[in-house]
């Protein structure tokens, strides 16, 4: 896609699943990434990984709610690279509690990752762009939960729903800057979140009773959406949402599922 090869990008949450996937897809279209998690044996085989791919990878051990750790996650992609051009802000959690057991603890740390998290992240690699002076695009991981509700995972809908009314914010902050900021709001994808939660084929097939497309999508398919967003080829394009959810945002009743072997 145009004008990603040499750009660098920060991406937090990126030792595995979606985030990973966010530094593939960019990695393969010649972007130096810096891959920040809190998981540092995962954040090491994730590194290893895309070398061995021929991708220009560092790493950064970072807790996106903890602000001087986030600032020196955009030092080091600096370091690393020489500037930094694009920022995914994928870093998230899920706590799960029906509404009236759910604690303070769990919903105060999910607003923390999800939320608070987003916002230290694209306001710090926000800032080092505006320094450099020549634009950039940042890409939120918002989720069709910003919208939609589930009643056992409230903290999360509350977070995803912030990250997108706070991308929007950013998008109109930063347009003068001629930095470009969007989110991304998947579906059922196949990570290790889903997986666990999806154990059986009754499991599954709720899920796919909500998904037109019958199916969930690889993490990979995520991460070309965002490459696009990040890239010139959306160079008119700023403040959206655009949802990767197999059409389960323009559902209005459940599908047949086909029983499965």
């Known amino acids: ?17 979606i985030g990973f996937a966010c530094a593939q ?3 393969g279209a010649g972007v130096c990434v810096l891959l920040a ?7 090491a085989a994730a590194e290893r990984q895309l070398r061995d791919a021929g991708v220009q990878a560092a790493t950064a051990v970072c807790d996106v709610g903890d ?20 920022a995914v802000c994928n870093a998230g959690i899920v706590r799960g509690a029906d509404f009236l057991e759910m604690s ?18 694209g306001q710090a690699a926000a800032r080092q762009m505006v320094a450099q002076g020549r634009g950039g695009a940042i890409v939120t991981m918002s989720s069709v939960n910003g919208i939609k509700a589930i009643p056992t995972i409230a903290g999360y809908n509350a977070s995803k729903g912030g990250v997108d009314n706070l991308t929007r914010c950013m998008a109109l902050s930063l347009a003068p800057h001629n930095i470009r900021v969007n989110a991304v709001g998947p579906g059922s994808i196949l990570t290790d979140v889903l997986a666990a939660v999806v154990s059986d084929k009754a499991a599954m097939g709720r899920v796919l009773s909500r998904t037109p497309m019958l199916r969930v999508a690889e993490p990979i398919e995520v991460g070309n959406v965002v490459k696009f967003l990040l890239s010139d080829d ?22 047949p599922v086909p029983e499965q072997e």
């Open 234 to 255: 959306a160079s008119y394009i700023t403040g959206q949402v655009l949802y990767v959810d197999g059409g389960r945002m323009a559902l209005n009743y459940t599908v």
């Open 104 to 121: 303070e603890e769990d919903f105060d740390c999910v607003i923390r990752v999800n939320l608070k998290g987003v916002f230290l992240t």
């Open 37 to 43: 998690d809190v998981d540092a044996p995962a954040l």
């Open 25 to 27: 897809a960019l990695g």
């Open 1 to 17: 896609m145009a004008g990603l090869s040499g750009r660098s990008a920060l991406i937090t949450g990126a030792a595995k699943g």
């Open 67 to 86: 602000k001087a750790q986030v600032e020196a996650a955009v030092a080091a992609a600096v370091k690393a690279f020489g500037s930094l051009d694009l």
